[in-house]
């Protein structure tokens, strides 16, 4: 499979990459700082400077012709609210039209859980940042693409365990990064496993288990979740 990773550099995106170059995938991995071409490169992905904000549409599918799959991992990462909305929220719009037009039809996102920090201080850059990416989720979804928006709790850098808790509706929780990309690595190549949300926390269902039971829902093949 030939995979085009928006956000190759980042703490999902990077992992990610890694498992699919180690599976034999062929992974083209575009990211905004010039400064991370080793950190991409070092994964096993091919880099490439990619800006969501000054790049238009037509730019993006030119780069994204002739690949298989779209993974979208990238985000402001707290960089102010102005940036959230361009790359989180439009840069997501941009990507889902280029793939459209490069006629890519499976298109994954990093999305966020909705309850995510709901316990914290009220803080109106992370409000903002819920409701861009609330609605780049809506976005995505009502487009013809073969997509699949996967919703992590809160993110976290220890090592992953391997097992997770998988569902349109789940309980938040926390989950290492390691299992988020692990997840997305096995339902990416799950091409039936499409047009759904899937909510993801740390849980104690082996993630090729959780992607099967997913895939057997959504073919009418399984009882309800």
């Known amino acids: ?15 990610l990459a890694r498992l699919l170059t180690a599976r034999g995938d062929t992974v083209t991995g575009m990211f905004r700082d010039p400064a991370q ?8 992905a091919t880099p490439l400077t990619g800006d969501l904000i000054a790049d238009t549409v037509d730019d ?8 298989d799959a779209i993974v979208f991992s990238a985000g402001a990462h707290g960089t102010g609210r102005d940036l959230t909305t361009a790359i989180d929220g439009k840069g997501l719009e941009k990507a889902a039209d280029a793939a459209a037009r490069a006629g890519v039809s499976r298109f994954v996102l990093v999305s966020v859980f909705p309850d995510a920090l709901r316990g914290g201080e009220p803080n109106e850059g992370f409000e903002h940042y819920i409701k861009v990416k609330k609605t780049a989720d809506v976005y995505l979804a009502r487009t ?16 992953g365990t ?5 569902g349109p509706a789940i309980e938040y929780g926390k989950v290492p990064r390691d299992d988020v990309a ?11 496993l ?20 997913l895939l057997r829902h959504a073919t009418g093949q399984d009882g309800p979740a």
Not at 7 to 15: E, L, P, T
């Open 182 to 192: 692990a997840f997305i690595d096995a339902a990416l190549h799950e091409p039936a």
């Open 144 to 159: 013809g693409l073969d997509w699949l928006i996967i919703r992590p709790g809160t993110l976290l850098d220890e090592p």
């Open 37 to 44: 071409a080793d950190t991409v490169r070092a994964s096993g």
């Open 60 to 67: 993006l599918a030119t780069r994204m012709s002739a690949h």
């Open 162 to 166: 391997g097992r997770v808790t998988a």
């Open 194 to 213: 499409n047009r759904a949300i899937v909510e993801l926390t740390t849980g104690d269902t082996p993630i090729t288990e959780a992607v099967a039971h």
């Open 1 to 15: 499979m030939k995979v085009f990773l928006i956000g190759a550099a980042g703490g999902v995106g990077n992992r």
